[in-house]
């Protein structure tokens, strides 16, 4: 079942009210480089190019989230003043839109956000683990007003992870199938049981395989048993869909702001490279013909997301 916006979160939607935060993920790998950010910022532009409302909230320091959507340096980027300020004092945090993309608003990480982490060592210290409660006082406010809120997260650093698995409904962990994906993913499993314990409703979506060659069927077995290992399941959480990588894309990505299917858009439309080449027009960046792969990569995962928040919110007929 794919889900619609009429079965969204909000007035007439499937979700209660009481559940805002039924449809936010965190997206987390304790390593860094394994396409936390890439795909934070492809799923929420996907999402709300679809006619979903998205929430998406940046917790890093480097705010790369910024880059990815276009807004860094513009009148909305307060480099993350506005999150831990709302953190600081208990309030509800203040979206912002996105310019040229409907449906999306973010609150925008940043250099603000470098002193979360001693303000979360003094409260853990005074309050144990229920200090990792201060995002979704937060943010729980506002969630019921969105079909999906996303959290990206930053790596290595585990109380800022905490304060997102502390407020997430579901967990959605990128991986690379290299040693330091799967050992990221290891430590960020552990800290998944523990943030259990104050998010008892927290459950993992799925892991997904990040920078991968789809071909290779025998490392894909070898990290499916990894993440049994991790997760203590014989039936692996692996994602059927997974996402290639493009250095050339993703410098693409963060140079013009634009994520996987703007730039397949932008590339179907530009001239072929010999007619560039003849006109003697070199000044354009040209667009890397992966684009297109990449954007296909990004659709089904978002398809498969949708399917499995949709699997979760169905009632039994009998009920």
Avoid: C
């Amino acid at each position: 079942m794919t889900m619609t916006p009429d079965t969204a979160v909000g007035p007439g939607g499937a979700v209660p009210a009481q559940a805002p935060l039924a449809r936010a993920i965190a997206i987390a790998n304790d390593k860094g480089g394994v396409g936390k950010t890439s795909i934070t910022a492809n799923l929420a532009a996907l999402l709300a190019a679809a006619g979903y409302k998205v929430l998406a909230l940046d917790l890093n320091r480097q705010a790369n989230l910024s880059d990815d959507l276009g807004y860094r340096g513009t009148e909305i980027d307060d480099q993350g003043a506005g999150l831990i300020a709302a953190l600081l004092t208990g309030r509800p945090v203040t979206p912002v839109a996105v310019p040229t993309r409907p449906g999306l608003e973010v609150v925008p990480g940043g250099v603000a956000l470098g002193d979360l982490t001693g303000m979360m060592v003094g409260r853990v210290q005074q309050r144990g683990r229920e200090a990792f409660r201060a995002l979704e006082v937060s943010v729980a406010p506002v969630a019921g007003g969105y079909d999906v809120v996303l959290f990206d997260t930053p790596p290595e650093n585990t109380l800022l992870v905490d304060l997102a698995l502390g407020a997430a409904r579901w967990l959605l962990m990128p991986t690379k199938t290299d040693r330091g994906g799967l050992v990221g993913m290891q430590l960020l499993a552990e800290r998944f049981l523990i943030a259990r314990e104050i998010n008892p409703d927290l459950a993992l979506l799925g892991v997904v395989l990040f920078g991968t060659a789809r071909g290779a069927s025998a490392i894909h077995r070898e990290v499916r048993q990894a993440v049994d290992e991790a997760f203590g399941t014989a039936d692996s959480p692996v994602l059927t869909a997974m996402i290639g990588h493009s250095e050339r894309l993703a410098a693409d990505s963060r140079a013009l702001g634009r994520v996987a299917h703007e730039l397949e858009s932008d590339a179907a439309s530009q001239p072929a490279w010999w007619e560039s080449l003849r006109a003697g027009d070199r000044s354009q960046r040209r667009i890397a013909p992966t684009a297109a792969t990449v954007a296909e990569d990004y659709r089904k995962l978002a398809a498969e997301v949708l399917d499995i928040l949709a699997a979760a919110e169905e009632v039994p007929a009998d009920e």
